[in-house]
């Protein structure tokens, strides 16, 4: 069963990300929702199923969202990730691999909402929030995607504006900020301390392990130095903001080898 434990491990490091834009109840009787092999499961174990990309998922279970985000950072947690096609199990298996799996102490059933607290802590982005088409590596904080090999090749899409990037500055670049007060969230602006906007949130949420309020947001090049003091306007209110080192929380993943 701990070889269990290290594969629900292993696949919780690779998840992509929620976001509550993309989130909301499943009541929406125009719309007809996917629902993965694992619908049924999530139900008996009281999933509370929301519509997300087209598809009916858990966004939390009987625990509360803080209580598994921490549950998983302290021990392991299953999500499901097979509307990602990420699991290569048989679907007439997967009920009978997350029952086994769940079987060990250790191991809870995680939602949609840990899982995006947990990737923000980590400092991991999310496609159409934090990062999108427009977006290179350089200005993402992503130039570690790039090897050596194909930065020397530049055979890679977008080469030409990206290798340049890496030798020089860029515009704008994303930074992980925290502050106290309210919460930052998605298109919060962010201003300098003179109160003049230059950039925005693009994603944020208060922070269960460092019970702050943590979030990323794109900043000029000259604001981006870590303990840069900015200013964050939550709810039409100014708030000082610092701009912080990410991951928020050191990552301490376990890879199967």
């Known amino acids: 069963m701990q070889r269990a434990v290290s594969v629900v491990a292993h696949l919780g490091s690779r998840l992509q990300a929620f976001s509550p834009a993309l989130c909301r109840p499943f009541s929406c009787a125009q719309e007809v929702l996917r629902r993965t092999p694992l619908y049924d499961f999530h139900l008996a174990h009281g999933g509370k ?3 997300f990309a087209g598809w009916s998922l858990p966004v939390q279970y009987r625990d509360s969202h803080t209580d598994s ?6 021990h392991c947690s299953l ?4 509307h990602m096609l ?6 007439a298996g997967a009920v009978h691999l997350a029952t086994a799996l ?7 059933l995680a939602g949609l909402a840990a899982r995006d ?3 923000l802590e980590a400092g991991l982005c999310l496609y159409g929030n934090d990062i999108d088409e427009h977006t290179t590596p350089v200005e993402g904080s992503l130039s570690w995607t790039l090897g050596k090999r194909r930065r020397a090749a530049m055979d890679f899409p977008g080469a030409k504006v990206i290798v340049p990037q890496l030798k020089g500055k860029v515009q704008r670049r994303r930074v992980g900020l925290m502050c106290e007060g309210a919460p930052m969230r998605a298109h919060s ?5 003179e109160g003049t906007k230059i950039g925005t949130v693009t994603s944020g949420c208060p922070s269960p392990s460092l019970k702050k309020n943590v979030a990323m947001g794109y900043v000029p090049c000259e604001y981006s130095r870590p303990g840069t003091m900015l200013l964050v306007e939550v709810r039409r209110k100014q708030q000082m903001a610092v701009v912080s080192k990410m991951p928020f929380v050191p990552t301490n993943y376990y890879t199967l080898k």
């Not at 990420?86 to 679907?91: F, G, T």
């Not at 769940?102 to 809870?108: A, G, R, W």
């Not at 602006?189 to 301390?193: R, T």
């Open 102 to 108: 769940l079987k060990n102490p250790e191991v809870k």
């Open 69 to 74: 985000h921490l549950h998983t950072r302290q």
């Open 189 to 193: 602006p962010i201003l300098n301390m």
């Open 79 to 82: 999500f499901d990730v097979s």
């Open 117 to 119: 607290s947990l990737r």
């Open 86 to 91: 990420q699991i290569s199990v048989p679907v």
């Open 49 to 51: 199923m929301v519509a």
